[in-house]
């Protein structure tokens, strides 16, 4: 069963940090580009950051540069996302997904969300004093 499985959120103090990680069964990661995803309340679901299949190439949405890392574990199948310097903005549910229409991430982590059809459930973020 394709299924992605998301976990490491939780409640962290603004300027702290936190690892999500994103399990995959069913294909592995060198299959398809793998993006991070968040949803704040009210906000449209906004992509902040995907690694390519082919070579592990990442990219980051402006939102998220400097401050989140994206990395992958090929032999335990799961994709990471280390985030720093944590503001209040960063609140949201993260999901991991991935795009079966291509290997190579586009420039713009989310771009053509369409494209994404393996999901997480979702883990939350809560950044608050």
């Known amino acids: 069963q394709v299924q992605f499985v998301e976990s490491g959120g939780g409640l962290v103090q603004p300027g702290g940090s936190l690892r999500l990680s994103c399990a995959a069964s069913?294909?592995?990661?060198?299959?398809?580009?793998t993006g991070w995803f968040r949803q704040a309340p009210g906000k449209e679901r906004e992509g902040i950051s995907c690694?390519?299949?082919?070579?592990?190439?990442?990219y980051y949405a402006d939102s998220v540069k400097g401050r989140f890392t994206m990395s992958r574990d090929i032999a335990e199948n799961t994709v990471y996302l280390e985030m720093n310097s944590l503001k209040p903005d960063d609140t949201a549910v993260y999901y991991c997904?991935?795009?079966?229409?291509?290997?190579?991430?586009?420039?713009?982590?989310?771009?053509?969300?369409?494209?994404?059809?393996?999901w997480g459930q979702g883990t939350q973020v809560a950044v608050s004093s």
């Open positions: 997904a991935a795009n079966l229409m291509r290997r190579r991430c586009l420039e713009v982590p989310g771009a053509l969300e369409y494209e994404y059809a393996y």
């Open positions: 069913g294909f592995t990661l060198d299959d398809y580009a």
């Open positions: 690694i390519s299949a082919s070579d592990g190439s990442t």
